[in-house]
């Protein structure tokens, strides 16, 4: 289980629940498996002219604290290094943010959620 705080409907995609940067970051971890913040800002850099790596380690540490992805430290050229790989799918993401808001919804408007998936049928 994975850690979200809001649910912001009018966005698009993954924004819904996380922030632009964010979903960039879980974008290329769910592509790459594994990478570095380093790999992340050089996939990123060229489309966000102004990001910085800082920036980006601190978005990923802030991802790890979610639960979302994780933190290994490894050798590497120059000394130790930190690899981040995906902890939550984007199966699983999406499965437990549908499930949740669902949930909500059921939980607030008893029985709309099941007569309204119907309709959809």
């Known amino acids: 289980m994975f850690v ?13 629940i996380l922030g632009p ?5 879980m974008e290329i971890l769910w592509n790459e498996g594994t990478t570095t913040a380093r790999g992340v800002y050089d996939i990123l850099r060229d489309e966000k002219k102004n990001i910085r790596r800082s ?4 978005m990923m540490n802030r991802l790890c604290e979610r639960n979302l992805i994780e933190k290994n ?17 984007r199966n699983d993401f999406e499965d437990e943010v549908v499930s ?8 607030t408007f008893p029985g709309k959620v ?3 998936m119907r309709k959809l049928h």
Request: net charge positive.
């Open 4 to 16: 979200w705080h809001e649910y912001r409907p009018f966005e698009r995609g993954y924004r819904k």
């Open 21 to 25: 940067l964010e979903t960039d970051i």
């Open 55 to 58: 920036t980006i380690s601190i």
């Open 73 to 89: 430290i490894e050798k590497g050229r120059g000394g130790l290094k930190y690899v981040y790989k995906v902890r939550v799918s």
């Open 100 to 107: 949740k808001i669902l949930t909500s919804l059921n939980d």
């Open 114 to 116: 099941e007569t309204h």
